[in-house]
Structures are given as structure tokens and as C-alpha cells.
């Protein structure tokens, strides 16, 4: 299943390198691709810039990004036993964005990095977030259940929502980049932020990935889990601050990008069956399958005008999302 | 010998007082029925030993505080089963009772081995589920997928089995196989069950020992035919439940 899963992603990352306001041949892609890897010269005629300096770090980027928000979708729906759960479920998604967007309404920098501020300050709210809302759940219910971890969840999510709303109105001539990093794009991605994405990813995914037998236990019930001997409390506390760090970098990169962490899993689940040990990995292929088609979807069909890829991924996520919600209601 | 001691045990959720101090032990070998009217505490006690409720007092297994005991360590002597719940994905039958081996694994990458496939075929054949392992949790009736949770814990092989109203919503067909197969358990293992059970003539039937609470507190513990008399049950009830229990069975007597 997974060569399958393999070969389908590295086609479709071929096909999303190559395909663009400038089509590229297969084969001069491959051959720029493994030049440029190898130090050797382009043969003339190719286009190397658009290649190897904007199409291949930004398609990187994106099925990083699609593979990261997919797991964490998926790991947050074992975690929470509810499949309408994802890592915006938490609040961490709206706590990165109003980092990122007071760094961006305030010009927040760091020296010798670009964008670094902005990374910065998503990954810190998204960690304040997380700890502000355990932090509460646990006073309210010492069993950190997850329907109270979700209702705070909600709330904290219209919280953020306004002050994001109220940092807009007073953000002057930021107005128009911070209403396009909200609407999520990865146009500008750059080498660092591969850098940035793949560390995160290989970290977090690896925590997630280790403890698929005790989300296996938490899609049963939490109960059950803690009667099988899992430390309930330590387990959610690991995969949270996995989750929320993995979301916390993807946000300050490629802004808030929805329905890829809800609809992907959900679609995934169908082929794989609930148990993580094989939900998780298929989850990081397919979303990144996702995201890359996504992205090639925004830059394409309106050329040349490119739509922010949060707008293709709520549009195609939401009607596929009811479809799936539809059938799986009738069926009944 | 006494397998579990439970001491001055006390439930509070704010101001409001669910169990007080309560105590009592089990044996080998037993089977204790906790009983009382709705509200009395039984479902608590469950939830303390499992450690899904704050408490106060001391609950020692064969003498070890459980407080000092790890998650994993407490998996290998509870085998805990709660009131039936609904499932929300489509785990297989053999997915669920496999997990039942989750205390015994030997780090996070290790794979199940001899002994974990052995337990958890013994527990499918236990529970006649074999012909069900591939099949969807979410296909199954109520009986069979509580069976499915019983087989768990089966698999989990744990010193005591702990059940929170184990026939809860199931007919009386399953009422039977589930309490046969439990004795059955007890028989060839030679451990000890506490179970919490609302039906007073399955207390009596299969119970050795009996715990009788009332509104938090403990009213009486002690052999079942002890407890469960016309006195007692008049006290926490307040009804004549003897009576009245006669008047049931006397309906389907033959002339």
C-alpha cells in the first residue's frame, strides 16, 4: 500500500513542479532538478530559476505543510474520538494566527532572518494557546475529558477570531498582507522554510507516529485507554504539544489553511481503516497529495491571478466534506 | 488471602459527597456483587480503583498502595470493564481485544509476541468470538460487542476483573452467557471479580461475597446470602423487595 502511496506522491509532485503559467517538460525538470543537486551545469534553454528557485521549494513546502496539517488532523480525531476534531479543534491554530499577525501589524523581525518574527511569534501563541486552554480545562474537569478540552476549544477559537478582527482595524497599511496570510498562502516559499517545515515535520511526526497504539486506545474511549494502561493524561499531553507546535510552524508559514487536517484524515480513514498504525502514515501522503493539487489549483486556474490556497483547500474541503457527511447519512 | 483492600475511601466532586468512607477486601477466588439503589456510589468505586476519580483513603492490591503502581503496571492486575459505550470508528474485534495487550509490550516499536497472540486467541475462543475477529465493532449487537470488550480484557490477563454493570441493556440470553463465562473464568483462573450490578437475582445467583451501599455509605459486606436479606434490602430500598421479587416469580410458576 505504501509504494503505492509513495509513487502517486512523487507523481504528483513531479506533475505539480512541472505544471504552471509556464510548463516545464518532465525531463527537463528531472535533469535541472538532479543538476542542481549535483553541482553540475543546466544545459542552455532551461529554465532553472523557475525550477529550482520558486516552483521546487514551493511545492516542498506545500506537501510538508499538506503532510503535517493531515497528521495532526488525524492524530487530533484519535486523540479526541471525534471525527469533526482537527488541530484548530484546540485553538492552536487561532492562537499561532494571532501571532503571526501582530508580528505582521507590528513589523515584528528578526535580525538575519526573513519572516522569522512572523514564525516566531505563531509558534509562541500557538504554545501560550495550548497551555492557556489545559490549563483551564484542567480546573474545570481534572479528567482533561475531551469534550471539555473541545467546548474550550470553540471558545477560544471566537476569542482569537476577534482579537485577530480588532488587530485588522487598527493594522494601517498591513491591512492588505495580513488579510492575505489569513487567507493562507505558500507563493513565497524559500529553501529556509524547507528547512524550517522539514525539521518540524520529522520531529513531530515521529512523536505522533510512535504513540499510533495509544491513539488507537483514545478512538475507543478514553476509559478504555486508561484501563489498558495508558498514562491517559501524559499520552494527550505529548500529542497535543506535538500537534500544536507541527500547526504553530505551518501557520507562520503558509498561514491559516483549512479543512486539509478535517476532510484528509476523514477521506484517508475510508481506505485504511481507523487504526493509526497505518492511518497516520497514509494521512501524510494523501495530505500532501492534497495540499500540492490545491496549490497547483490556485495557481493555475485563474492565471494569471493567483488564489490564496486556503480558499481552493475550504472550497473543495467544505463541498467534499458534506458529500462525505451526506452519504455517509443516507447510508444509514 | 486478600487480593484487594480498599480503606476509608471517600468520593467528593466539589461539596457534594459520593462515596463515604467506605471500606472492604476481597479475597481469592471471590466474586463481590456491589449493590444499592441508584446514586448509592457502586459506579464510583469502579471509577476510583481505575484511577478515573479523585480520592481519599488507601486501595492496596496484594499490599502495594495503587497510587504507587504505573499505568501499566495497574492494566496487569485490573482487567476494568465499564457500562457499555458507543464506539465512534470501526475498529475490527481483533483490533479491540488486541489492545487488551497493550501493558505488556515492551517499548513503543515492539511488535505483539508469542504469548500476546496466544492470549488474545484464548480470548476470542472464550467469548466465541473467533468467527467475528475481522468484522467491524460497529456491526455488532450490543451483547456481542460487549462480549468484544470482555474479550479485552480477558486478553489483558489481569489479576482481578473489575465490572461496572457488565449486562447493562443486554437481553437475557447474553445476561446468561456473559455471568457463565465470568464464573467459568473465575473456576479455571482462580482470581477474584467485583462487579457492580443492579439485578438483585444475578447478584444472588452468581455472587459470593456482596457489598450493600446506600447514598455513599457502606450498610453492609459479607457473604451474598448475609447481605442480600429481607432487612437490609427493606432499609435501602424502601420497599419489600423480598416480597415483592416472591410475587415476580411466583407469575411464572406451572400449576
Redesign the interface.
Known amino acids: 500500500m505504501y509504494i503505492v502511496f509513495s509513487l502517486v506522491t512523487l507523481a504528483v509532485f513531479l506533475f505539480c513542479v512541472c505544471a504552471g503559467s509556464v510548463s516545464v517538460p518532465v525531463k527537463d525538470t528531472v535533469t535541472i532538478i538532479v543538476n542542481s543537486l549535483l553541482g553540475l551545469p543546466i544545459p542552455e534553454g532551461m529554465s532553472k530559476f523557475i525550477i529550482w528557485f520558486v516552483r521546487l521549494p514551493r511545492v516542498i513546502c506545500v506537501a510538508l505543510t499538506g503532510a503535517a496539517l493531515s497528521i495532526c488532523g488525524a492524530a487530533m480525531q484519535g486523540l479526541l474520538?471525534?471525527?469533526l476534531a482537527d488541530g484548530s479543534t484546540l485553538g492552536v491554530t487561532s492562537g499561532a494566527s494571532i501571532g503571526a499577525v501582530l508580528a505582521i501589524a507590528f513589523g515584528i523581525t528578526l535580525p538575519g532572518l526573513s519572516g522569522g518574527g512572523t514564525m516566531l511569534m505563531a509558534i509562541a501563541f500557538a504554545f501560550f494557546s495550548l497551555i492557556f486552554i489545559l490549563a483551564l480545562a484542567y480546573r474545570l474537569d481534572?479528567?482533561l475529558s475531551t469534550n471539555t478540552i473541545i467546548l474550550i476549544g470553540v471558545v477560544f477559537n471566537m476569542f482569537a477570531h476577534s482579537i485577530v478582527s480588532l488587530i485588522i482595524t487598527f493594522a494601517g497599511e498591513h491591512v492588505k498582507s495580513i488579510m492575505f496570510w489569513t487567507m493562507g498562502s505558500l507563493s513565497g516559499a524559500s529553501y529556509a522554510n524547507v528547512l524550517t517545515l522539514l525539521i518540524a515535520f520529522v520531529i513531530c511526526s515521529t512523536v505522533i507516529l510512535?504513540?499510533s497504539?495509544e491513539l488507537?486506545?483514545f478512538?475507543?474511549?478514553e476509559?478504555?485507554a486508561?484501563?489498558?494502561?495508558?498514562?491517559?493524561k501524559r499520552v494527550k499531553l505529548i500529542i497535543m504539544i506535538a500537534v500544536s507546535a507541527l500547526i504553530g510552524v505551518c501557520v507562520s508559514i503558509g498561514g491559516t489553511i483549512g479543512f486539509v487536517g478535517l476532510v484528509i484524515p476523514h477521506m484517508t480513514?475510508m481506505v485504511t481503516?481507523?487504526?493509526h498504525k497505518r492511518l497516520l502514515p497514509a494521512s501524510i501522503f494523501s495530505g500532501a497529495v492534497f495540499l500540492m493539487l490545491a496549490d497547483l489549483l490556485s495557481r493555475v486556474v485563474l492565471n494569471p491571478v493567483e488564489l490564496p490556497i486556503g480558499v481552493v483547500t475550504s472550497f473543495v474541503g467544505s463541498i467534499t466534506f458534506v458529500y462525505i457527511f451526506y452519504s455517509s447519512r443516507k447510508g444509514r | 488471602m486478600t487480593v484487594l483492600e480498599i480503606r476509608n475511601l471517600s468520593v467528593k466532586y466539589g461539596s457534594l459527597t459520593i462515596l463515604d468512607d467506605v471500606s472492604f477486601s476481597v479475597g481469592g477466588k471471590q466474586w463481590v456483587m456491589i449493590i444499592g439503589p441508584n446514586g448509592a456510589g457502586k459506579s464510583t468505586i469502579v471509577n476510583a480503583i481505575s484511577r478515573g476519580a479523585p480520592y481519599t483513603g488507601e486501595i492496596y492490591f496484594n499490599g502495594t498502595d495503587i497510587k504507587a503502581c504505573k499505568s501499566t503496571e495497574l492494566a496487569r492486575r485490573f482487567g476494568i470493564l465499564m457500562q457499555s459505550s458507543s464506539v465512534g470508528y470501526s475498529f475490527t474485534v481483533e483490533e479491540i481485544v488486541r489492545l487488551g495487550r497493550y501493558a505488556y509490550s515492551k517499548g513503543i516499536l515492539s511488535n505483539s509476541s508469542k504469548e500476546d497472540d496466544y492470549k488474545v486467541e484464548r480470548a476470542l475462543e472464550m467469548t466465541g468470538l473467533v468467527h467475528l475477529r475481522g468484522q467491524s465493532i460497529l456491526t455488532l449487537s450490543g451483547g456481542e460487542r460487549q462480549r468484544a470488550f470482555l474479550a479485552q480484557i480477558l486478553a489483558q490477563d489481569p489479576e482481578l476483573l473489575i465490572l461496572d454493570e457488565p449486562t447493562n441493556h443486554l437481553d437475557l440470553v447474553y445476561q446468561k452467557q456473559t455471568f457463565e463465562l465470568i464464573n467459568e473464568w473465575i473456576e479455571n483462573s482462580g482470581r477474584s471479580v467485583v462487579s457492580v450490578v443492579h439485578d438483585l437475582s444475578l447478584a444472588k445467583a452468581y455472587g459470593t461475597h456482596a457489598l450493600l451501599l446506600n447514598r455513599g455509605r457502606l450498610v453492609a459486606d459479607g457473604p451474598t446470602d448475609e447481605v442480600l436479606t429481607r432487612e437490609n434490602l427493606k432499609s435501602v430500598y424502601d420497599m419489600d423487595v423480598y416480597g415483592w421479587m416472591s410475587d415476580m416469580l411466583s407469575q411464572w410458576q406451572v400449576d
Open positions: 474520538r471525534n471525527p481534572y479528567s510512535c504513540y497504539r488507537n486506545a478512538a475507543i474511549g476509559d478504555n486508561r484501563n489498558i494502561g495508558v498514562n491517559v480513514r481503516g481507523p487504526n
